[in-house]
């Protein structure tokens, strides 16, 4: 049946309806249902800050009686105004759109070469921002009840360069994960303008072939909003296919035409928002892996 401009407008007021918001982005303690602006200690007097939301059915008491909850580790991507990504990390929304507010949401920065500020483009100081994740990560957890066991690390274009360019950077940061989720674009896959971290292709690719090792067999998903990103032929060679999983995200049949009430273009952290077939199917595969980390002695 042909649509009329009236039912087509329609459609577009109940998917919009049905968009899960973000967490209310406050100050303070972090609590239940909010996101939380947090500066660690090492950083005050800085603003080099995180982002916590704790999940929805999150409080003092059930922490203290031991309860854990599963914990979603983010980086963002980079400033890039055409696709409506601030590089901050209050912009984030990939990790809430994956919990819905069932798991406990950090936003990590990237720590500024000054190391007063989150850069909001590439990685700043490499050193130090890998360090942050060290630090923060289990104080998280341990003052939150986050499981250790169940850290599941994340990230969108630059951040999803992060999950392996940052998060298996070395074999102490990349214990801290149970899994991995990278949307649009992978470590290795191009070089980048003007970034000597990414030059030459042939250095760069071999580094992080290295760095692949250290999944050590844990669990990688790679999905891919936007075509051309080459990371299934280079990650092909490189892991076995029980390795890891890759899922084409058509962006048009999840979000619509673009620009949108969800986000501006096709390349976006906000597409979970949004119920979507391609988006059950990641929460499907999250849900695999805290099952068996579950079943895995503590």
């Known amino acids: ?51 916590v939301a704790l999940p929805s059915d999150w409080n003092p008491q059930a922490r203290a009686q ?22 901050e990390v209050e912009g984030a929304a990939l990790g809430h759109g994956l919990s819905r507010g069932q798991a406990i949401w950090i936003v990590l ?9 989150n850069e909001v483009t590439w990685w700043g100081d490499i050193a130090a921002t890998v360090a942050y994740a060290k630090q923060q990560v289990p104080r998280i957890c341990a003052e939150y009840g986050g499981d250790p066991r169940q850290v599941l690390l994340c990230g969108f274009s630059r951040g999803a360069i992060a999950v392996s360019y940052l998060g298996l950077h070395d074999d102490e940061i990349a214990r ?7 949307h649009d674009h992978f470590d290795g896959t191009r070089s980048w303008s003007g970034q000597a971290w990414s030059t030459p292709l042939a250095r760069y690719r071999e ?5 692949l090792k250290r999944l050590q067999g844990r ?28 899922r084409d995200i058509d962006m048009v049949a999840v979000g619509g035409a673009f620009p949108n009430t969800l986000a501006k273009d096709p390349h976006n952290d906000r597409w979970l928002l949004r119920d979507s077939p391609a988006g059950e199917e990641v929460r499907r595969w999250w849900a695999q892996v805290l099952a068996d980390t579950n079943k895995k002695p503590r």
């Open 1 to 51: 049946m042909r649509s009329t401009p009236l039912a087509a407008l329609l459609l577009t007021v109940f998917a919009t309806a049905a968009d899960l918001p973000l967490p209310p982005l406050t100050t303070g303690q972090p609590a239940a249902g909010k996101r939380v602006a947090v500066t660690a200690p090492e950083y005050a007097g800085t603003q080099v800050h995180h982002l």
């Open 66 to 87: 031991g309860k854990r909850w599963p914990v979603i580790v983010e980086y963002t991507g980079n400033l890039h105004p055409a696709s409506g990504s601030t590089g």
């Open 109 to 117: 920065p990237y720590v500024a070469a000054d190391r007063r500020r």
């Open 176 to 182: 801290l994960w149970c899994g991995f989720w990278a």
């Open 207 to 211: 580094e992080s072939a290295a760095r």
């Open 219 to 246: 669990p990688l998903l790679v999905t891919q909003g936007i075509a051309g990103t080459g990371t299934r032929e280079f990650l092909t060679p490189l892991l076995p296919p029980s390795a890891w999983t890759c």
